[in-house]
């Protein structure tokens, strides 16, 4: 099955930095990839839809300048958070898929953040 | 947006069969997926199923839809201890991209010996 590749699996950054999460189809092109977010016990949400070449669609609530997504190629998409606090400490995950028909999301292993 | 819901916890012996249900609210739903979430890892496919299809089965796992009752369910057959996990439904609503999925809460899932 195709394969989406996480990077890093985890991160511990100091409040006030910015870290990049990175998405990768490593033998598809994914033409939509998403990101979601998930607080312990929780369940996944949505933060943003990224397509390859255009500005990513945020979810409501969710704050564009805080949660910064690039998605330059069709293997590729990132995450960057920027000015880390302790409440954006939480799992992100990554899911990409194929438009131009039915396309199940492939998702990645998922990024843990802890900002310290 | 729509919700979609599932019990919160299951608690079933080895060798039992699991029921996880979900209702969802959204009748517009094309694909309704199961996956499952093993502690700190992500998210494993196990299945999914077509709107129009009313039962699904892949060796131990079936899905059953009842679309007007907007209810989906996962039964586990001979429920193992490498089976405890958390397992979400989710929906894809193909409103404006394929794989757009809006999850339930998760059920935990705990196989007892």
């Known amino acids: 099955g195709a394969v989406v590749s996480q990077h890093p699996s985890r991160v511990i950054c100091k409040s006030g930095t910015s870290v990049k999460i990175e998405c990768r189809s490593l033998?598809?092109?994914?033409?939509?990839m998403f990101w979601y977010r998930q607080f312990p016990k929780q369940s996944l949400m949505l933060m943003a839809t990224s397509n390859e070449g255009s500005k990513a669609t945020y979810e409501q609530g969710v704050e564009k300048d805080k949660f910064l997504i690039n998605h330059a190629s069709l293997t590729l998409s990132t995450l960057t958070v920027t000015s880390a606090h302790p409440e954006d400490s939480s799992f992100y995950i990554c899911?990409?898929?194929?438009?131009?028909?039915?396309?199940?999301?492939?998702f990645g292993q998922g990024t843990r953040l802890t900002v310290v | 947006g729509e919700d979609v819901e599932q019990s919160l916890f299951l608690s079933v012996r080895e060798g039992d069969s699991s029921v996880i249900n979900c209702t969802y609210t959204?009748?517009?739903?094309?694909?309704l997926y199961w996956y499952k979430q093993e502690p700190g890892a992500g998210l494993q496919l196990l299945t999914y199923?077509?709107?129009?299809?009313d039962m699904k089965q892949d060796q131990r796992l079936t899905v059953l839809l009842n679309k007007k009752d907007k209810h989906l369910s996962l039964r586990i057959a001979d429920t193992q201890t490498g089976d405890s996990a958390i397992y979400f439904c989710a929906e894809d609503r193909a409103t404006d991209s394929w794989g757009k999925l809006q999850f339930g809460a998760g059920t935990q899932v705990v196989v007892t010996p």
């Open positions: 899911s990409a898929s194929i438009q131009g028909g039915f396309s199940e999301a492939f």
């Open positions: 199923i077509f709107s129009n299809m």
């Open positions: 033998d598809f092109q994914a033409t939509t």
């Open positions: 959204d009748s517009s739903s094309t694909y």
